[in-house]
């Protein structure tokens, strides 16, 4: 009886290491959280929405810069060509106006985004409460999201830019005015505004006065000839949404003179980071970035003849 007791207890000894076995051999789950982040900017309610990610061999779309430097300032962020890059876009509840700037690609670069609908709905909110789109440039991948199946995915919405990208970019004519890489840009974009513009809600601006209380268009031309910055502040405290005055952390914080063969015109592009990069550091402002590691908001810091990015200390208190 002893021996057959103990025959019992090393079944059952067995039994449970095999389960215990089977535990450990969970299969990975392999996906990440809803990509929304919150935080408040005086009254206003900032969420920061990430559209997914892009692989971009950086190395050589910055192929103006000195051989080797970038792959060097990629290694000393421990990265390496091609950098995952995110895709954001910023929700701003102001209390009265729901605005959304920028709108991700949707499907017009492949796969890895067009997420930017999930991850509005996972962080409570609904396209069809959206009032107002401001882009801050029409390349695809900001301007992409406003469409799916043909058909506005914002319906109640009016979709504003600035009037120069709103002559360039939805005039097919101007394609041969662009290098090669760019040309194919045209049809995208053109697509996802005709149904607003078909609806008669496409409303270009010019000037820099507010287009809702507490947001104005700043010009920051170079990437593209409309591309603008949105600012946006309440009770004294402000945020600068970039759209693209920079694209890659690792290199262009510490030398901001390295262009990206994005830009529509890096003799422009340049002047302009420069300016805008020392004006975020002397005021201290937040700074939201549509391609910098999501959710892309910080604040920016000189650093010798460069700068250094701090992003926003995480909360769970927006």
């Known amino acids: 009886m002893i021996r057959l007791n103990q025959r019992f207890a090393a079944l059952g000894l067995a039994m449970a290491l095999a389960a215990a076995g089977v535990q450990a051999a969970a299969p990975q789950v ?27 061999p950086v190395d050589q779309l910055m192929d103006k810069a000195k051989p080797g430097t970038v792959v060097k300032a990629l290694q000393k962020a421990y990265l390496k060509p091609p950098v995952e890059t995110s895709v954001n876009a910023y929700l701003i509840n102001t209390g009265t106006k729901l ?23 996972a962080a409570g909110y609904q396209p069809e409460q959206v009032d107002e789109i401001y882009i801050t440039h029409l390349h695809p991948d900001h301007a992409g999201g406003l469409t799916l199946d043909g058909k506005a995915v914002f319906p109640n919405a009016v979709v504003r830019m600035d009037q120069h990208d709103a002559d360039h970019w939805l005039n097919p004519a101007n394609a041969a005015k662009e290098p090669e890489g760019h040309r194919g840009f045209f049809p995208g974009v053109i697509a996802a505004l005709k149904p607003y513009q078909d609806a008669g809600r496409v409303k270009p601006f010019t000037g820099t006065a507010e287009l809702v209380p507490g947001i104005h268009p700043v010009a920051a031309p170079g990437h593209t000839p409309g591309h603008t910055i949105y600012m946006v502040e309440s009770q004294g405290q402000q945020l600068a949404v970039w759209g693209d005055v920079m694209h890659v952390a690792a290199v262009q914080f510490a030398d901001p003179s390295v262009a990206i063969n994005f830009d529509s015109d890096s003799k422009v592009a340049v002047p302009q980071r420069e300016k805008v990069f020392a004006d975020a550091a002397k005021k201290g402002y937040f700074v939201a970035v549509a391609h910098l590691s999501f959710p892309g908001i910080g604040h920016l810091r000189a650093d010798g003849k460069g700068y250094t990015w701090v992003p926003v200390n995480y909360s769970i208190k927006p």
């Not at 605005?99 to 709905?121: E, M, Q, S």
Request: charged fraction near 20%; aromatic fraction near 8%; charge should be negative.
């Open 30 to 56: 392999k996906t990440q959280a809803p990509g929304y982040y919150r935080l408040m900017l005086g009254d206003f309610e900032i969420t920061a929405l990430n559209d997914g990610t892009l692989d971009l």
């Open 99 to 121: 605005v959304l700037i920028d709108t991700g690609a949707a499907g017009l670069f492949g796969p890895t985004a067009g997420r930017l609908l999930t991850n509005l709905k």
